[in-house]
């Protein structure tokens, strides 16, 4: 089996190519090891565009088009792959990216064409949910505005909330998406002994209260909660989910903490809700526009903590997570279990089933 490794700044080719060698050597040496954006910041913008607009916006990687015609896997991070990078890969049957999201990928036409699809849920679960745990304390204690007060020769005592400061102990958090992070946010807030709600419309009641939280509908989430912590995955048909409406029906004391897609946030209508101070405070690590622009109303509030979108940006979570997709990929070709198969359905597609075939003898 050929093999197309594309990394990017983020994570490089480098290390997909030791993951592929460790899990899935066996299966094929003929390796093209390139990265497809090795600039940081135009990786930022790229992959955020593709976030908002689909991987089609995206012309196909010089690599995909020298070396794509006889390749038959493609693994990646951010690589956008479209139809034209398809069109490119006649043979391709296997395409692997080391993220949760896929909004990168066109999954509808690789479904199509019999192309299988596998990404790596929950490889930055852990980093994500210590985060936004980081963010709900960081908010409402005002640690970062403490300390960026002291940097600048203030010892601040008094803030937006200084009348409300709340501890986390007795108080409600709502999670809107309970999938890996949205667990682990649960688990770890478990400590705190705080009441914990969930809006998921995937997961049934009996899962949610096995964590020790409570399945309800986002209304009654929204209106009772004195945290929301945001982390469904972005869709088409949830997109702007949480507007102007539903920010209203949130508590004057309550946060807002978002370390999830911020497609999934009217943010004109967040900011506004902070300025009027409708809400007490959010949080915030993602941002339609990345970096923030200058004249974002967030930078002239002082009820909301800023991130440079790091939440599920560790060592460990990066490091790890192409070795997390080659063993997933590895094991389906050897077992036919996975866990990370996007699209099932490829696999009763005959093409597909006898290219497997032949890759099994």
Request: charged share 25%; proline share 3%; net charge negative.
């Amino acid at each position: 089996m050929k093999a197309i490794l594309l990394g990017d700044a983020m994570i490089g080719g480098a290390g997909f190519q030791r993951a592929w060698e460790k899990h899935m050597g066996r299966y094929g040496s003929d390796l093209v090891v390139n990265d497809w954006e090795k600039d940081w910041g135009q990786l930022q913008y790229r992959r955020l565009e593709v976030e908002k607009r689909g991987p089609e916006i995206e012309t196909v990687d010089e690599t995909i088009l020298k070396e794509g015609q006889d390749a038959q896997a493609l693994m990646g991070l951010f690589v956008p792959v479209s139809s034209k990078v398809m069109d490119a890969m006649p043979k391709l049957r296997i395409v692997g990216v080391s993220r949760a999201g896929l909004e990168n990928v066109n999954v509808e036409e690789a479904t199509r064409r019999g192309i299988l699809v596998f990404n790596v849920q929950g490889r930055n679960a852990h980093a994500v949910s210590d985060f936004a745990v980081g963010m709900m304390l960081a908010e409402c204690r005002n640690i970062a505005r403490a300390h960026f007060a002291i940097r600048n020769g203030e010892w601040r005592k008094t803030f937006t909330n200084s009348d409300v400061v709340p501890e986390l102990h007795g108080r409600t958090v709502g999670l809107v998406g309970f999938g890996h992070i949205g667990r682990l946010v649960a688990k770890k807030l478990s400590g705190f002994d705080v009441k914990v709600v969930v809006y998921d419309p995937y997961t049934p009641k009996e899962a949610i209260k096995e964590l020790g939280a409570e399945k309800v509908e986002l209304e009654e989430l929204l209106k009772n909660s004195d945290f929301v912590s945001v982390h469904a995955r972005l869709t088409s048909e949830n997109k702007g989910m949480i507007g102007e409406h539903e920010i209203g029906l949130m508590k004057p004391t309550a946060y807002f903490i978002n370390t999830g897609r911020a497609g999934l946030v009217d943010q004109d209508a967040l900011a506004k809700a902070l300025g009027d101070k409708k809400i007490m405070g959010a949080a915030l690590d993602v941002f339609y526009t990345e970096p923030l622009p200058a004249d974002s109303p967030f930078m002239t509030l002082d009820n909301v903590t800023l991130t440079t979108h790091i939440a599920g940006t560790t060592a460990d979570a990066l490091s790890n997570s192409p070795f997390l997709l080659m063993e997933d990929v590895a094991k389906f070709l050897e077992e036919g279990d996975s866990r990370f198969i996007v699209n099932r359905q490829v696999l009763q597609d005959e093409g597909f089933k006898a290219w497997l075939a032949s890759v099994r003898l």
